[in-house]
């Protein structure tokens, strides 16, 4: 069981990214997922994630109406579609998979995938 968070980059401020979670080994729409992130000298912080079951979103106050969560599930990828970026949005970027189906933002998530660099310049 894998995941690879794909996407990052050196973006400006205002401009956007869309990130990549693939897995090898399981299929991701039978898993609630995460996408989480970490900046130098902080705690990760939950972003988004998106149940299993329903397929319900959750977006922390810090990126909700800027970041979008989607699953395709026909490439087994999940999708973060990141606008309006800002310089405090830097931080590398990991998605999460929990087979549970408790809403997902009650979820510990058992894998992790490595993740990637996403860089707002201002």
């Known amino acids: 069981v894998q995941l690879q968070a794909f996407g990052g980059g050196v973006v400006q401020t205002g401009g956007f990214l869309n990130l990549s979670c693939t897995a090898s080994g399981f299929a991701l729409d039978y898993y609630a997922i995460g996408w989480f992130r970490q900046a130098p000298g902080n705690e990760r912080e939950e972003v988004s994630c998106i149940n299993r079951n329903d397929g319900n979103t959750y977006y922390s106050d810090s990126v909700s109406g800027r970041f979008t969560m989607s699953r395709d599930n026909a490439n087994n990828t999940v999708y973060l579609q990141m606008n309006s970026l800002k310089p405090e949005d830097t931080a590398v970027y990991y998605c999460?998979?929990?087979?549970?189906?408790?809403?997902?933002?009650?979820?510990?998530?058992?894998?992790w995938g490595q993740g990637t660099l996403v860089t707002v310049s201002s």
């Open positions: 999460a998979a929990d087979s549970r189906e408790a809403p997902c933002r009650f979820l510990g998530f058992d894998y």
